[in-house]
């Protein structure tokens, strides 16, 4: 065997997720033949192939369904036809739509307002109280995640507000009809409505819209909505009025932009099963869980079982140890489920009062 002939190790794959595909990245790799890509959709799962015979050092899966994650390799291939190395592991996630606003706006219908895209911006310049809108054309969504950036062009009164409607009955409709708005104010408090009536709490999040661009994020799962404002969780809600529906844009009283919007409908199923111990003269709570199609687990701990719960760490697996416990202090515990997307599942049954103790 020549084993100069051999292909060198092949490494730094990326995988990066759009619209309707998945776009995978290596180093080019001199002595390999050929490559050939894998996917899976769980670490558990066994690797499929996918395409082979490829000469280049790129590949644009087209296959991935919208708003589903999977993990990729690419294995070399030498001239005989063998694998000879395997790259490291890459995971991506497609959106069921992404909209940059580069190429105009002709995804988008306006329901009321004067709508324009220009320069990756989509904006919105009447000042009426009658709500402008602008409706995503031909898709609804029931479970989903989604985010828009959002500037207020306007006062900080807070009768000025922009965000996302979502789970619209009929497209036109205005959110005084049906849906839920997700919208924050010009002095900064964000919040939930339906028909023009608060659902849950309102957060006052201490930014300004009118002097920055803010992220908004919906993750609508069941009847649980939750709100995030720049990629911190500060709401979450039930309501069980709307499952499902055509997603758009509003402002109300004032001219407002928004950019890079993005949905997945891939929502991880909620973790079941929380429990945790502590043993005596131990500093420590262990805590166990039944796995959900999650990639990945987001642990939080409060004092109260009404919270306010704070996240204390990751796992990939479906144990945690919580190396903080406070001697004789009693704590509560819940889980959420992460996929690739970033979306989150509902949260786990709450474990607790348990208490480290001597």
Do not use: C
Request: proline share 3%; net charge neutral; glycine share 10%.
């Amino acid at each position: 065997m020549n084993i100069t002939n051999l292909p060198n190790i092949l490494s730094n794959l990326t995988a990066a997720g759009g619209q309707g595909s998945i776009t995978l990245n290596w180093d080019m790799d001199a002595k390999a033949a050929t490559y050939k890509v894998e996917r899976k959709m769980n670490s558990g799962d066994a690797y499929t192939t996918i395409a082979s015979s490829l000469t280049g050092s790129s590949y644009r899966d087209t296959t991935a369904l919208n708003g589903t994650s999977y993990i990729y390799r690419v294995a070399s291939v030498d001239s005989l036809g063998s694998v000879v190395n395997t790259s490291n592991e890459a995971t991506a996630a497609n959106y069921a739509y992404r909209d940059f606003f580069t190429n105009g706006s002709s995804n988008w219908t306006a329901n009321a307002g004067t709508w324009s895209a220009s320069t990756g911006v989509y904006n919105q310049t009447s000042k009426t109280n009658n709500p402008p809108m602008s409706t995503l054309n031909g898709l609804t969504y029931g479970n989903f995640q989604a985010q828009a950036v959002v500037k207020i062009n306007g006062s900080s009164n807070p009768d000025n507000w922009a965000g996302i409607v979502f789970r619209k009955t009929n497209a036109a409709d205005s959110p005084w009809t049906s849906g839920y708005l997700f919208v924050i104010q010009a002095n900064g408090t964000v919040g939930f409505s339906r028909q023009g009536t608060a659902v849950g709490p309102a957060a006052s999040t201490g930014l300004d819209p009118t002097a920055q661009y803010v992220t908004l994020k919906v993750v609508a799962n069941g009847s649980t909505l939750r709100g995030y404002v720049n990629g911190s969780l500060v709401i979450t809600t039930t309501d069980t009025t709307w499952s499902s529906g055509y997603f758009g844009l509003v402002t109300f009283n004032n001219s407002a932009s928004f950019q890079n919007v993005l949905i997945t409908n891939s929502i991880p199923a909620t973790p079941t099963s929380l429990s945790g111990s502590s043993a005596t003269g131990s500093q420590v709570v262990n805590l166990t869980w039944t796995a959900s199609n999650a990639n990945s687990y987001v642990v939080m701990r409060a004092t109260s079982a009404s919270g306010p719960f704070t996240m204390i760490g990751t796992a990939n697996g479906t144990s945690f140890t919580d190396n903080y416990a406070l001697i004789n202090h009693a704590y509560y515990y819940l889980v959420t489920g992460v996929n690739y997307a970033g979306a989150e599942s509902n949260d786990s049954n709450i474990a607790g009062p348990i208490a480290a103790s001597y």
